[in-house]
């Protein structure tokens, strides 16, 4: 079973928070006990108090997010901004000592798969050393296409082997969402390519049902979590 899933994306404003809470939220409503962290934040910590009501007061906010920036920029520079320094074995030591039980720890990164996060790793080398499964997320739209198999191959080889993908609803679509989903089946395996429903305000604030629960039971299925 996997202990640790990592969330990226291809860009930031992707949606990767949404979806880590509500898997979050959906493996404790299912039995396994996940946490969620937010290692590093840049500009505010929104996303990590997201991250918290998601799991129900079981960490608190500091340790969700005991990295945190005062610029929106990309975290290796807010932290030299700051004049912090993140290296891997800190980042690497905090997230392994989240669960001591084995239950899933579900890890957001910052920006898409290559921003630069800490000295010495960005996210693969971190998704190797956690032997992390890996979301992809991005946005459903022109481009995603081409952004998502930028990304794919971009990871390493190992991390492919249980990867997935889930496309995230726009508020308006283009001519090319009807058929995003199944041109990324054909070069990753429709399997892996998961299509996220549209969630209001209301509904990001509960536990997934309907149609959102079976989305994330395919993705946690696909995850092996």
Known sequence: MARYIFITGTDTGVGKTVLAAALTRWL??????????????????SDARKLEAA?????????????????????????????CRVDAAMLLKHVKATSKKGDPVVVEGAGGLLSPLVVGADAP?????????????????????????????ALPASARRHAQVVLMPESRGDHSTPMNQALLGEYLGSERIHLCPRWSRREMGRTPEGESAGMLARLAGGLGV
């Open 28 to 45: 404790r409503a299912s039995g396994r006990p996940a946490v969620a962290l937010k290692p590093l934040a840049s500009g505010d910590r």
């Open 55 to 83: 799991q129900d007061g079981a960490l608190a906010i500091d340790w969700i997010n005991p990295w945190s920036f005062t610029e929106p920029l990309t975290p290796l520079l807010a932290a030299r901004r700051d004049g």
């Open 125 to 153: 080398q971190l998704i190797v050393a956690l032997q992390a499964r890996t979301v992809i997320v991005a946005r459903d739209r022109l481009g995603v296409i081409n952004q998502v198999r930028l990304v794919w191959h």
